[in-house]
């Protein structure tokens, strides 16, 4: 028989359980008995994230389990954490039509809550915001009241919003105490240390962070994606001079992402790797990072990754590629409106040396280069020697800060920037 979760796994303890009359009557989502509950165990454990998800379809498609908040919920989640946050939006539009949760105060919460989530994850962070706001007005409390909360104040972090984070904490209770919470703790604990992080407050971080390793080991949690305080922690320890300790945190981060498989998860921990030095090559692992990121729906933390990466490539001398990061994150900050990051990186942007000037032959070498041509190639259609060729490439390496031929692509993204003689 196959096991579904760990010995000690808890998921109420770890997500609530919006638990109402319908679940008392027909049975709550409990250990092994549904497609919901195996789905969520599977993902506390962190294993075949494919086999989860198909059983979560499975519990939102069958009539027993959508008739109960409990397994609606798990489903639900397990579907958000494994980046299938399109299906997770179908289903709770499907949901909401149904007569029989447009009554019924727990459903309506649940489903407004996995919205509000979807919306934060999405990037639509002004429509996430509504959407708390309106649950958090309407919500009594209850199971599902804590991580409300705990999202909320991480839709705000990541938009910079510390201090109307660190309120909102501070206005239901959180912000000095968690002690009482009976579900949502880990997640207020998380979130908690990431503001105590932008306050400078290392040894509050420190302390939440290792409550958060302590309260989901004693729960059975092993997938870092449902609360990835590793990577956070990370950096904590690396502003305080622990680099040993940081790399460790996300090397084990990495290894449990992998194994889960949702993208996002995976390009955070890479990501954390890049700005740790953990790699002989940052360029492509921020590059994996990125695209893992582009390729689904979860890109919420999409203009902060291509902010912090543009600028640490710029530093280490890869000019182009951190060129190429910042002007993204631009971009897609201003998809997401997300001023905050649109701003920093704009700001870093606007600190990196301008390109330097090319003469007009250096400028026709490097366009053909970049076109795929060899140095040959490009000697005899500007009818220079090879050896003419390899001098301008060389000026033009130093002048961008470029590392070889490999990188020279990368210059077709800007060269409308770069001046001529």
Not at 21 to 38: I, K, T
Not at 229 to 248: D, H, M, S, Y
Not at 328 to 346: L, M, P
């Amino acid at each position: 028989m196959t096991e579904y979760c760990t010995e000690n796994s808890e998921p109420r303890q770890v997500f609530g359980g919006p638990f109402d009359d319908q679940d008392v009557e027909h049975g709550y989502a409990e250990h092994g008995f549904c497609p919901a509950s195996r789905a969520i165990y599977l993902l506390l454990d962190g294993t075949r994230r494919t086999e989860a998800v198909e059983l979560a379809e499975l519990a939102l498609a069958e009539y027993s389990c959508q008739d109960r908040s409990s397994c609606v919920w798990y489903a639900l989640l397990t579907l958000l954490y494994s980046d299938e946050l399109l299906l997770a939006d179908a289903h709770c539009t499907r949901l909401k039509e149904k007569q029989e949760w447009s009554y019924r105060t727990v459903p309506r919460m649940v489903l407004l809550l996995v919205e509000a989530r979807i919306c934060h994850l999405s990037g639509a962070h002004q429509q996430a915001f509504v959407l708390f706001d309106q649950l958090l007005r309407g919500i009594e409390p209850n199971e599902i009241r804590e991580i409300s909360v705990a999202w909320f104040a991480e839709s705000l972090v990541s938009v910079g919003q510390y201090r109307r984070a660190e309120w909102l904490l501070a206005d239901y209770g959180y912000l000095d105490s968690v002690s009482d919470c009976r579900s949502g703790k880990v997640h207020l604990l998380c979130v908690r240390g990431v503001i105590s992080l932008c306050a400078g407050k290392m040894g509050a971080a420190v302390r939440d962070y290792v409550a958060c390793d302590r309260l989901l080991s004693a729960n059975g949690v092993r997938n870092g994606v449902v609360v990835p305080w590793r990577t956070r922690a990370a950096c904590v320890e690396n502003q305080l001079g622990r680099t040993t300790v940081a790399k460790r945190l996300v090397k084990n981060e990495l290894s449990r992402a992998r194994v889960w498989g949702a993208p996002s998860g995976v390009a955070r921990a890479l990501c954390s790797g890049v700005l740790l030095e953990e790699y002989r090559n940052p360029g492509n692992a921020a590059n994996e990072a990125i695209g893992l990121l582009q390729s689904g729906h979860n890109r919420s933390d999409l203009p902060m990754l291509l902010t912090l990466l543009g600028k640490f490539l710029s530093n280490q001398n890869d000019i182009a590629r951190g060129r190429q990061f910042l002007r993204q994150a631009i971009a897609s900050g201003r998809e997401f409106e997300n001023e905050y990051w649109v701003g920093v990186a704009d700001s870093a942007l606007g600190g990196i040396e301008a390109p330097r000037k090319m003469t007009s032959q250096e400028f026709r070498v490097c366009r053909l280069a970049s076109a795929g041509y060899s140095n040959g190639e490009i000697a005899d259609k500007l009818s220079l020697t090879r050896r003419a060729i390899e001098y301008h490439l060389t000026s033009v390496y130093s002048k961008h800060g470029i590392s070889g031929r490999r990188e020279i692509e990368i210059m077709q993204s800007y060269f409308d920037e770069i001046s001529l003689d």
